[in-house]
């Protein structure tokens, strides 16, 4: 069995030793006469997770579809893992998670679970640091390895999400609003359960959502982008410490830093 | 009555209050042989030959199976080709349109000229009339696959031919079953129609046209009977595999 969550911390990295996880230089995109994104400059560095808060249609899922390599910026460069993003497509380097969980209804939860493992095999990590069946128990799913996906709820349908994201031992998680469609007490479960997976395994995450509570809860950062065409903004250094357990929301210093970014989001909508 | 006895129950009841309905008009409003056959008269003219109607019955079930499997083979290919280009769709869609809309019994004897009869002309009708329906529901059915777990697929660059195998192929399952209905359905008449055309020598079509021929109402209405009956079996085997392949499929959920 790989490392579990609660086994080891995460050591980060100073940006200035090694090279960025995600480095975007004067991203762009339009689509067609339509200025989605601003000229963006972003870095997140080995073990980082960055969060892009903005209104809806600001243009923060076309710029992590843009570090996907699923669009093609209009102007700019990208690198992720020392590679363009079409190569670390290629080579697995990036774990997704969309906005709805995109399971496949004819797969049971393991299948589903393993989904990214079966294609593009030759990019599958040979020994991945944690096994499926492992995730599956992490995430509270163990006993529902053979169910197909109606027989869930829709907060266990996402951790399902979570687990395929996480199977491929990418280094890079990118996550466009995966809470957005729960209930609210579903998201803040899933939000604690994210976290408590991604610290100990030290992955990059970069985070789309527009809830300040969860950029708060999971960020070491959090980019905060302005209304169509997208610009960040501000970027707000997260001081809170690591591990981050649930009661941290009920804090002081929890509320000060969500007062600090819902200024800042609404200084971005006067502009 | 129970939900599932009354599933079997029924539709018995409906068949047989047809029959009676069917038997008691032709008795009363003596109705002419070749127009309309009494169901008891069918009855007694297949349980005079249950062989020669069953052995009928078999190579017309096996024309339809083969031919509609040609055709559903082929509209896989070019569904997926449709599926995955715009082009490629909007180029074919008339075309496919044209074969639908065409009567397939107005260029039948062409076809007989040029493959010669037999048995590839009538394999041939069978593919070719349910192929447009099988396209139709493949294309659809591909293209309703969720547009989120496309790119997902995307993000670790899976091939094109794993997207089709492990998506667009099981997203069109549900589709497919469903044209399977209606190309059966299509695939029957063509069958029964070329098997009477296309100078074989065997088949409910066959035997069925000799029979018109030769002013035998008996055996006509008894090669309908068997046709239709041959039809209901089709679309049990075709409820069968939807029943264990799309067990997932909300439409096979209670």
């Not at chain 1, 992955?203 to 302005?226: G, K, Q, Y």
């Not at chain 2, 993000?155 to 497919?176: C, G, K, N, Q, T």
Request: proline share 6%.
């Amino acid at each position: 069995m790989g490392r579990l969550p609660g086994q080891t911390v995460s050591t980060r990295v100073p940006s200035l030793v090694v090279p960025a996880r995600i480095e975007a230089r004067s991203v762009s995109k339009s689509f067609g006469a339509l200025d989605a994104l601003a000229p963006v400059d972003l870095r997140v560095d080995d073990g980082e997770t960055v969060t892009l808060l903005g209104p809806s249609g600001c243009g923060k899922t076309t710029l992590l579809r843009l570090i996907a390599g699923l669009e093609q910026p209009s102007s700019g460069d990208i690198v992720v893992n020392g590679m363009s993003p079409t190569d670390a497509r290629r080579h697995k380097q990036i774990g997704f998670v969309p906005q709805s969980p995109a399971l496949l209804p004819w797969r049971t939860v393991e299948g589903n679970a393993r989904l990214l493992l079966d294609v593009n095999r030759r990019a599958s990590p040979t020994t991945p640091s944690v096994s499926v069946g492992d995730l599956l128990v992490e995430v509270g799913l163990g006993d529902f390895r053979d169910a197909y996906p109606h027989e869930l709820s829709g907060g266990m349908q996402q951790r399902v999400g979570l687990v395929r994201a996480f199977a491929i031992d990418a280094p890079i998680l990118l996550m466009d609003e995966p809470f957005a469609a729960l209930d609210e007490m579903t998201r803040t479960d899933m939000r604690h359960l994210l976290g408590r997976l991604c610290e100990p395994l030290g992955t990059t995450v970069l985070f789309v959502t527009h809830s300040i509570p969860e950029a708060t809860f999971l960020s070491d950062r959090v980019a905060v982008m302005s209304p169509r065409p997208g610009r960040i903004t501000e970027d707000v250094t997260v001081e809170l410490s690591h591990p981050r357990r649930p009661e941290l929301e009920d804090t002081e210093q929890f509320f000060h830093i969500t007062t600090r970014l819902r200024s800042g989001l609404r200084a971005g909508l006067d502009r | 009555m129970k939900p599932g006895a009354q599933r079997i129950v029924a539709p018995l009841v409906g068949l047989i209050a047809f029959g009676v309905f069917w038997e008691a008009a032709v008795r009363i409003l003596d109705i002419r042989r070749f127009v309309l056959l009494a169901p008891t008269a069918i009855l007694a003219e297949l349980a005079d030959a249950p062989d020669y109607y069953w052995s009928n019955a078999v190579v017309t079930g096996w024309h339809v199976v083969v031919g509609l499997s040609i055709s559903l083979l082929l509209a896989v290919v070019v569904g997926s080709l449709m599926a995955s280009s715009r082009f490629v769709e909007e180029a074919t869609q008339p075309v496919l349109v044209l074969v639908l809309v065409t009567p397939w019994v107005a260029y039948i004897t062409s076809v007989v000229l040029w493959l010669g009869g037999g048995e590839p002309t009538v394999l041939f009708m069978v593919a070719f009339t349910s192929f447009p329906v099988f396209t139709f529901g493949v294309v659809g059915g591909m293209k309703s696959a969720d547009p989120a777990a496309r790119e997902l697929l995307a993000s670790v660059d899976a091939r094109p031919w794993e997207v089709f195998w492990r998506l667009r192929l099981p997203s069109a399952l549900p589709s497919i079953f469903t044209t399977a209905r209606f190309a059966m359905g299509l695939g029957l008449a063509a069958a029964y129609f070329s098997e009477g055309s296309a100078f074989v020598t065997e088949g409910l079509g066959y035997i069925g046209q000799r029979a018109a021929a030769f002013n035998n109402a008996e055996a006509l209405w008894a090669t309908i009977v068997s046709s239709a009956l041959l039809g209901v079996g089709g679309l049990v085997v075709i409820t069968v595999l939807e029943r264990l392949l799309l067990r997932w499929h909300s439409s096979q959920r209670s």
